[in-house]
């Protein structure tokens, strides 16, 4: 009988079936003590569909053709993909057109795959001793090394998308991060004086000594925890130097024209603009910084409450390991703490989420409209000097409207702050068209972009609940 | 408030149905919904006392218990101050139909979660504000289109029973 | 029907002391029944400041000039002040230069005196029937009255500010709408397509026969005259006809967009701008349309939730009838429902503020590139036809700049959808600008306004609680 069963429950412990180490990557093996975590983690692969996100890996530069123009000299321009379940990060990255017809780092991997065992066996290949002791110096050492490899030879190295030994210590299970250039960038932002209320443990660490540098695994919450854990992956990156080395600019903070201003001060360009030689920013995957700037950051709100809300298992509360888009399990996600129906909450995300999108079609016409006029001024055989103030204002607006449309959640994780940077997305490049124009550039004006799939639907108002 | 931001309103007709009704519902609560083994297992005639702890005995009320020890009110109103109506008949009526609901929701484990309270229910625990707090909120008591009527207390206080939400 | 609202016998306890009836104008008398709401009353007239806002009259004119030029041509470059408490409002508007310098109708008393009495006295005099059965008709044909007699002689009909009589019923006491420019307009917005969730009453309205009109007095629950009572003045409104007939343009909904459309449709400018010679319109603090677009509206709290809390006054709970700006009363105004420290929930509305203020900075210097670049094109010869697009879309970009800045609440009433407007306000102004210099217009690009008062000290990321 039901109520039986659920006491007998209530009172279970895990069984160790498996002992396991740092040396148990597989996550079937993982999945032997804890099969309700693994369950919901091999579900991953399922492929749904919401109103602006979802699994479904459709190629963006076909439903929004403008992006081939935006992308135009750049990788992206060749394959741009919605992204999907954990489970396919790894075969994603091997086969998408950017790797297999553009030369890339090993730095690649450290999001896409298991990496920790990989990167330690090279630091202690490289000569950092192989003890306990010396494992965090082994698998910093390692990451350097694989960084600079070539992709090709790099991803041999690696056979899991991220396992739950990234997320979890074997011994306790305790939640950790494990990611080098998360680490790095970590402790770059704690330096800095960018105020960062959510995160206490890092105020904390400002007002003391400061003699060791700020470590997550001792010194955060478990609540901050639960957001760190993603953070090592959903952001904003770039490589660094020769080495390729995987560096998060977080050096003067986490909004967009904080990092703006970091890759300026160190002469970042990510490419030359094919059609105005302009050089230019790619945003990548953004969430952490943009969640940051939300009210729900502010609240104390993580993405393991949203991405992985507690579900019941008979009398067991389990974190739902099945990462997906919240608005797929409105419920669990979301009505534990705000009581409304579901097809309230979905109307509100979807009222957040179209005025992003409508912003972003008038953006996506002004940059496009930017590329326009100064490849027109230049044809016209206006001088680099004379299209130096347009070009600038191009690497603004551009950045700025990538920083919102690369970040994965239509504007939800902070709806004031993305309605902002699309503001001044198309300030700058209506901006810089008038420069360009006054240089010789046409001077077209095009509508908003009309998207050309379903991923992008007509924005509209959301429809009153029922 | 807008329109229905609660979970279901369950069928609660038979509050009109006068004492047989009464007699009827408890019948088909305790024989149709739920298994005796059921109730008894789950302590569910401890519906009929107003010891909090008879709420705990679900495991699912764990997190409103902790939460009601926690508040103001944990020395001054138990669960069945709030959620039960305090006049004898409605009383009963609600034990029979929350023991019925609450049962059955645990046995089949069909309900939504996290659970929602009803609309129903929401009446009742604003009923129990005012049993409680008349005298502060006497001036609250205004002439609206639809007659004279109290504020909607959970608007605001929605957390006074056992903390925020949020 | 709204939840769990328990029908009570009247307990209130109140000593008449005076016979209230729809006679007793002053509320004087009423604060002889209902001392602690009185009290509340009478100190409206305190002077408090706020990061944006408060009670105290500042000129904005010299402390944001850039609207000297933005309202150039207009009664509002002469005068335009910083609101304050209801005590003031009628002396507000004798004494305003927009008053005593230029030619106003007796439409603006509407908003700024306890008109009922007159406008029904009028209503006698010009022929409806004085019995109770004929009040309604009598107010409404004495509105229009009213409405078309020059300001210094309507003016004399009334002594009071906002009053008792105006919101509530002197009988019972209850809620209620009363002015005839509110009730004509809800009616119009009631009939349109426009979805309106956080109006259970007018979405049920719609679904019935049709037959009678909808009127709030009768239909609306509690919680919604709570947001309607505010709702008769602190929206936008224009003077329609030679009769100068008060009217809320919300025949198609009210987002900023769709009143613009109804303006377009019936032909409506506020004034032909001084400088550029392009037909515009001025937004007046349309508070009610932008709460209306927000996450509180759509949770269904009430402008008087905040703007009226509870006040607990010994052993009686009361609404504070000093009504004010909430951030001087944080405690009572939020805190019974977001669990936050003073220090961040005030962090909370300057965040948005500060976000809204930026964005504003930007799009009033972008309106006013946009001027000056017509000023210049016009001044160097460029025909009617050639200034016609830069001209419609200085309409546009304008309307959406003064409807945030008109609007009171610097973003907060709704933080994503007021960024949205600046955005497009910006994007409009620059294609303007564009335009513009098309057709041999200055491509001057301003820099951001800069602050000139304590008003708008300059926006930054509030700082973290402590
Ligand atoms: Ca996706
Ligand atoms: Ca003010």
Same mark, same amino acid.
């Given at each position: 009988?039901?109520?039986?069963? =659920? #006491? ?31 369950? *919901? ?12 996100? *979802? ?12 992006? =081939? ?75 350097? !090394? ?61 007002? *003391? ?45 986490? #909004? ?22 302009? +050089? ?30 507690? #579900? ?49 079609? =008038? ?25 130096? %103030?347009? =070009? ?13 449309? %690369? ?10 702050? %993305? ?18 124009? #006054? !240089? ?10 009309? +998207? ?15 | ?10 069928? &609660? ?44 005995? $679900?495991? @699912? ?17 138990? $669960?069945?101050? $709030? ?5 004898? @008949? ?10 019925? &609901? ?28 005012? &049993? $409680? ?32 939400? &949020?």
């Amino acid at each position: 009988q039901n109520i039986n069963q =659920r #006491k007998t429950e209530a009172q279970r412990v895990v069984f160790e079936i498996v002992k396991l180490t740092e040396d148990t990557v597989d996550p079937g093996e993982w999945g032997k003590n804890f099969p309700r975590q693994y369950d *919901g983690y091999t579900r991953t692969v399922d492929v749904e569909r919401t109103r602006y996100g *979802g699994s479904e890996n459709i190629q963006h530069l076909d439903t929004r053709p403008v992006w =081939r123009t935006i992308f135009n000299g750049y990788a992206f321009s060749i394959d741009y993909r919605e992204e999907r379940g954990h489970a396919y990060m790894l075969a994603d990255q091997r086969e998408t057109e950017r790797v297999l017809r553009r030369a890339q780092p090993g730095a690649c991997l450290h999001c896409h795959a298991s990496v920790l065992k990989a990167y330690r066996d090279k630091g202690v290949e490289a000569g950092i001793a192989p003890d306990e002791a010396h494992r965090g110096d082994a698998i910093m050492k390692g990451f350097e !090394v694989v960084c600079a490899m070539p992709y090709g030879e790099a991803t041999k190295l690696v056979e899991h998308p991220v396992a739950c030994i990234d997320c979890h210590a074997p011994d306790t299970l305790q939640l950790r991060v494990t990611r080098p250039g998360f680490i790095n960038g970590i402790r770059a932002l704690a330096r800095s004086d960018y105020p960062i209320p959510h995160f206490a443990s890092i105020e904390r660490w400002r007002k *003391g000594s400061r003699a060791e540098p700020y470590d997550p695994n001792t010194m955060a919450s478990r609540q901050e925890m639960r957001s760190m854990a993603c953070a090592q992956c959903h952001v904003e990156y770039h490589f660094a130097g020769e080495g390729k080395l995987l560096t998060y600019p977080w050096h003067k903070g986490l #909004k967009a024209e904080q990092i703006e201003a970091y890759y300026d001060e160190v002469g970042w360009n990510d490419w030359v603009h094919a059609d105005s030689g302009a +050089p230019v920013l790619k945003a990548q995957h953004p969430e952490f910084e943009l969640w940051s700037q939300g009210i729900h950051a502010r609240a104390g709100v993580s993405c393991a409450d949203c991405h992985m809300p507690y #579900k019941r298992e008979g009398a067991i509360k389990v974190s739902d390991h099945h990462i997906r888009s919240p608005v797929l399990n409105i419920a669990r996600a979301c009505q534990t703490c705000h009581p409304a129906s579901d097809s309230e909450l979905i109307a509100r995300v979807e009222t957040i989420q179209s005025r992003t999108r409508g912003l972003m079609d =008038r953006a996506e016409s002004a940059v496009l409209d930017l590329i326009r006029s100064i490849q027109s001024a230049r044809a016209a055989g206006a001088s680099d000097e004379q299209l130096k %103030a347009a =070009r600038a204002l191009q690497r603004k607006a551009q950045w700025r409207l990538d920083f919102i449309s %690369a970040e994965n959640s239509m504007g939800f994780h902070a709806d004031q702050e %993305a309605a902002r940077l699309l503001g001044e997305s198309m300030d700058y490049a209506r901006q810089g068209q008038v420069e360009a124009v #006054k !240089v010789g550039g046409s001077a077209t004006i095009t509508p908003p972009t009309v +998207p050309q799939g379903a991923a992008g639907k007509p924005p509209g108002q959301a429809p009153p609940p029922k | 408030m807008p329109d229905a931001p609660r979970g279901p309103s369950p069928a &609660r007709s038979f509050l009109g149905l006068g004492l047989a009704g009464l007699v009827l519902s408890t019948v088909l609560g305790v024989f149709l919904g739920l298994s005796l083994y059921t109730f008894n297992h789950a302590e569910g005639l401890s519906y009929m006392s107003d010891d909090p702890r008879a709420c705990v005995n $679900c495991h @699912i009320m764990r997190e409103q218990y902790d939460g009601w020890q926690k508040t103001a009110h944990h020395a001054a109103a138990t $669960c069945n101050d $709030c959620h039960v109506p305090h006049d004898l @008949i409605g009383k009963y009526i609600a034990k029979v139909d929350h023991g019925y &609901r609450h049962s059955k929701g645990f046995t089949f484990q069909d309900f939504h979660e996290p659970i929602q309270i009803t609309r129903g229910d929401l009446q009742i625990v604003n009923n129990n504000c005012l &049993r $409680c707090h008349s005298g502060l909120v006497s001036e609250l008591n205004v002439h609206t289109p639809q007659g004279v009527q109290s504020a909607n207390c959970v608007h605001c206080h929605a957390g006074i029973g056992h903390g925020p939400k &949020r």
